[in-house]
């Protein structure tokens, strides 16, 4: 398939679903960011994301795809423009929106089970003990953790450890969940597994995502969209591909179809030839 066809294609995908699509729950409206050493990161950035989406974003180091997860998050503020949830401007951190490292960011000398109880706690003060303890055992059983709740982080695998950092960011049932690179550092049979395991409970949940990742396959196995990001500095959304398969998808069959081999191409055409960096070419 040429990219002028994989771009009608994937513009009539996108109004045919755009008809029947929610209004923009989460949205980035003509978004800068530049920083005080005159460094522009972000450009002109406009984003509508549904409510319940999984929309993964990819790009070279550098085009700022962490920059606006931080300012979703709430961790920092446009230098023009709105990013907005729900129809309310985004202006500090809250529960409705929820991350995940790479670096899974958890309490060492805490265990499994009080590493997500502090988060319940936190966010639900005014709960029962009892309803606490509940809501970390279901989202400890969620992601296959019930009897690795009294261990600590150093005595667990590192994809034990990100398993509790989703059990924690789910328990406090967000509106958004913000994944950074969460399967970076794992290797590719633990990368699959919680891959599944993520979808599952997102169709379970149909809580919103943003994730990003620089794993082209992770994006199309796991994504509704594919926010294809331009380099930096002053980087913008140059595409998004409409991602076409059913749900609940099943690897094998989507590797066996063409189509993923002409996403595939189109989204590597776009990284490393037409946005190429200079080291890459």
């Not at 962490?66 to 401007?89: A, D, E, H, R, W």
């Not at 809580?207 to 992770?218: A, F, K, Q, R, S």
């Not at 690897?251 to 996403?263: K, T």
Request: glycine share 6%; hydrophobic share 40%.
């Amino acid at each position: 398939m040429t990219n002028t066809a994989l771009n009608e294609k994937n513009s009539k995908t996108s109004l045919n679903q755009g008809s029947v699509r929610r209004q923009p729950f989460l949205v980035m409206d003509n978004v800068y960011k530049s920083y005080p050493n005159g460094y522009k990161a972000l450009e002109n950035v406009n984003l509508n994301i549904a409510e319940g989406e999984f929309i993964t974003i990819i790009g070279h180091s550098g085009c700022g795809k962490s920059t606006l997860l931080n300012m979703v998050s709430g961790f920092s503020q446009p230098s023009q423009g709105t990013v907005t949830i729900n129809g309310q401007k985004i202006t500090k951190p809250g529960p409705d929106r929820m991350v995940v490292f790479q670096g899974y960011a958890l309490l060492p000398w805490r265990t499994v089970f009080e590493n997500v109880y502090l988060a319940v706690n936190a966010v639900f003060p005014n709960k029962s003990k009892v309803e606490k303890n509940a809501i970390v055992k279901e989202h400890l059983a969620m992601v296959g953790l019930t009897e690795a709740a009294e261990k600590r982080p150093p005595q667990i695998s590192g994809g034990m450890k990100q398993r509790v950092s989703i059990a924690r960011a789910l328990a406090i049932r967000p509106q958004v969940l913000i994944l950074d690179e969460p399967f970076g550092a794992l290797d590719a049979i633990t990368k699959e597994e919680l891959q599944e395991e993520l979808l599952k409970i997102w169709n379970d949940h149909r809580c919103t995502v943003l994730m990003i990742t620089h794993d082209i396959d992770e994006a199309l196995f796991l994504a509704d969209r594919l926010v294809m990001m331009t380099n930096g500095p002053s980087a913008t959304v140059g595409e998004v591909l409409q991602i076409p398969f059913p749900r609940p998808r099943d690897r094998v069959q989507i590797m066996e179809d063409p189509e993923y081999y002409n996403l595939r191409n189109y989204a590597l055409d776009f990284l490393f030839r037409r946005f190429a960096h200079d080291d890459d070419a």
